[in-house]
């Protein structure tokens, strides 16, 4: 079998480019939307996954050097050590909702169970992710446009 070799893509001029060069595998996606659910162990995350534990301690390291994760004494005094999310990390959020969202609006039957993402405050299911301008307009995806900068201007 033959395995490509991984391109990185941090020097492209391309935002969502960098972003996936970070966190363009599933196994990553799967274990920041682990931590956003409370998991902080290596072995909460190896059960809950069913991902082999070379690959998920590759991934933890990963997204620890990446700024995503950072370890911290165990929660409970033991001599574990527990991954949890950096501001950086909890940036993710709607990168996960709207993942969530587009999986539950295209991926499943109408009768299917799924779960859903609620306020935690009132029980009720959170409103879809729109975006807006910057005069609280909704856009959609042919409102916007990508304009590339000059090298020497942002």
Known sequence: MVVAKRVSLWDAGCPVARALDVIGDWWSLLIIRDAFDGVRR???FQSGLGIAKGMLATRLRDLTERGILETAPA?????????????????????????????EAHLYRSN????????????????????????ERRLDWCDT??????????
């Open 75 to 103: 929660s409970d005094g033991s001599a574990y050590r527990e991954y949890v999310l950096t501001e950086k990390g909890r940036g993710l959020f709607l990168v996960i909702v709207a993942l969530r969202q587009w999986g």
């Open 42 to 44: 290596f072995s909460e």
């Open 145 to 154: 446009q990508v304009q590339k900068s000059d090298v020497n201007r942002p």
């Open 112 to 135: 299917e169970h799924r779960s859903r993402l609620v306020d935690r405050d009132v029980g009720a299911p959170v409103a879809q992710l729109a975006l807006r301008s910057a005069d």
